[in-house]
């Protein structure tokens, strides 16, 4: 375990300049997208991070400049990071190159329709293949930091950790010096688990380790001092990961936080943030119900199924308004015992996906395996993988205000709309896939591209 530091930590800091690529669509939850136009693709705001002169106790605070990042002249830097830096300019002229063009044929056996920009995502794809190093700091001890969960519900912390620990060694890299993106492997799950005091509600523990490792990495090494956590990223699929992250207010504000609770009204910032997809792997594999759905000639005879505890404030709408009121909309609090849970998911066309405590669901992902159309019922919910997804392309949102017209709004999608998503999903399905070992466009791979994209769109 990270043992605790007491004395305190005076750090010069050097001004940091990152521009972030804020263009393209402001749909499905996500501030920022691959653009349609080289035009657009251009036209992003500059994003300062004043460090330099604040003083003690200060928060960072963003100066926004009207210059366009053409004119940006990047401050003189060491000989590494002027290699790293220039890499990463041709990463960004090679997908700034094809982002306006739409329909180019792409080298991937998916349907272009569920990307915002297909050529951009393969572009940027490639380049994060071509050139991505992770660093992933050896500080810390077991059982805390190096491992986490596999098989419950917070499976996508525990699988990605093990990988970049244990797994394909591709992007990882010994020399820190040479890393794009430095990987805080510690698990705030098992923060939970091993710190927290049961009905305490008191996440005091969970944060002063937080903040005793980034003390402890960041005076051994001098990489986290040179962008105030600019590039680094902690991953946390615990609903308390974003509460674990105030331990230190960069890694808080500026650092990338990939959690599952990706709420954009409690902090979450799409803009350096990055949401994981919540998976629930019973035993540490899918059900195996769900790896081969029916085919589509076969029916799905219930419109639409929900079965879940009443948690947080949207489940208890859905059950007040549909709740054994129609027999098309199947609707339980908790499942009898003589029914299956996935069985219905796999006889439904609609599978209602609503928030619990915390915006995100497993239920998403489960419905996306068994080729139920997924009904996100959230409100500031930013929705994994938005930055290239089109979720409209495979899913339905509905707002939490219009839950009374469910029915309504279902029985108006047509059969060629239906069959339409029904298509989506099955070609977004591999992003979705933990596999062991990994393969190209799985989830893992689709984390460190949303990570890849965060790092591209700034300069250091």
Known sequence: MVTRITFSIVVVSAVIVAVFFISGHLSGGSLWSYSDTEADFKKFPMVKLVGA??????????????????????????????????????????????????????????????????????????????????????????????????????????????????????????????????????????????????????????????????????????????????DHFMLSCHDWGPRGSEGNAYLYSTSIRVLCNANSSEGFNPQKDVSLPEIHLYGGYVNPKLISPPPTTISRPF?????????????????????????????????????????YMLKSKFCLCPSGYEVASPRIVEAIYAECIPVILSDHYVLPFSDVLRWEAFSIQVNVTEIVRLKEILMAVTEDEFLRLKEGLRAIRKHFVLNQPVERFDMFHMILHSVWLRRLNLRI
């Open 53 to 230: 002169s604040r003083r003690r106790g200060d928060e960072p605070r963003a100066v926004i400049s009207a210059e366009i990042a053409s004119r940006f002249k990047p401050i003189s830097r060491r000989r590494g990071s002027d290699k790293l830096e220039e890499g990463l300019a041709r990463a960004r002229a090679a997908v700034r190159k094809v982002a306006s063009i739409r329909n180019k044929s792409v080298n991937m056996d998916i349907s272009s329709s569920i990307y915002r920009n297909p050529s951009a995502f393969h572009q940027s794809y490639r380049e994060m293949e071509r050139r991505l190093k992770v660093y992933v700091y050896e500080e810390g001890e077991l059982p805390i930091v190096h491992d986490g969960p596999c098989k419950d519900i917070y499976t996508s912390e525990g699988r990605f950790i093990h990988e970049m620990e244990h797994g394909s060694h591709r992007f990882r890299t010994s020399r820190a010096e040479e890393a794009h993106v430095y990987f805080m492997p510690f698990s705030v799950t098992w923060m939970v688990k091993y710190l927290y005091k049961p009905n305490t509600y008191d996440l005091t523990p969970l944060q002063e380790f937080v903040s005793d490792y980034v003390k402890l990495i960041s005076t051994k090494h001098p990489f986290w001092n040179r962008t105030q956590g600019a």
């Open 303 to 343: 419109l639409a199924f929900f079965a879940g505890g009443l948690h947080g404030p949207v489940r208890p709408i859905l059950l007040h308004h549909w709740k054994g009121r129609d027999p098309d909309i199947h609707i339980y609090e908790y499942l009898p015992k003589n029914l299956d849970y996935y069985d």
